[in-house]
Nanobody
Framework: QVQLVESGGGLVQAGGSLRLSCAASDRIFSTYSGAWFRQAVGQERELVAVTNWNGTRTDYADSVKGRFTLSRDNAKNTMYLQLNSLRPEDTAVYYC??????????????????WGQGTQVTVSS
């Protein structure tokens, strides 16, 4: 069982930046696909970004392309999400997720087995 713990959320003004971290409890995380999802109040959970096990391929939601960057440091069992040029519509609880995916690239919440507890990001206008 892999445990994921997010940190780095907070309140920021529009145009500001945050860096989210996701620390995994087991080094098997380095073999897993990792992703960040977000869920705003009253909305469904949506994919923000996803990467393969070694970070050589990453997909982003259109709404965050050019503003957010997903990276991972497998030596530290940690994944990051750099959020730049934040907008009020980025306000949500951000979750990290992971799953063993082999050569498959997953994008939907139900395809991920391990989840963190979430961290709140609030962007004021």
């Amino acid at each position: 069982q892999v445990q994921l713990v997010e940190s780095g959320g907070g309140l920021v003004q529009a145009g500001g930046s945050l860096r989210l971290s996701c620390a995994a409890s087991d080094r098997i995380f380095s073999t897993y696909s990792g992703a960040w999802f977000r869920q705003a109040v009253g909305q469904e959970r949506e994919l923000v970004a996803v990467t393969n096990w070694n970070g050589t391929r990453t997909d982003y939601a259109d709404s965050v392309k050019g503003r957010f960057t997903l990276s991972r440091d497998n030596a530290k069992n940690t994944m990051y999400l750099q959020l730049n040029s934040l907008r009020p519509e980025d306000t949500a609880v951000y979750y990290c997720a992971a799953t063993f995916s082999g050569n498959t690239f997953y994008h939907r919440p139900h395809e991920f087995h391990y989840w963190g507890q979430g961290t709140q990001v609030t962007v004021s206008s």
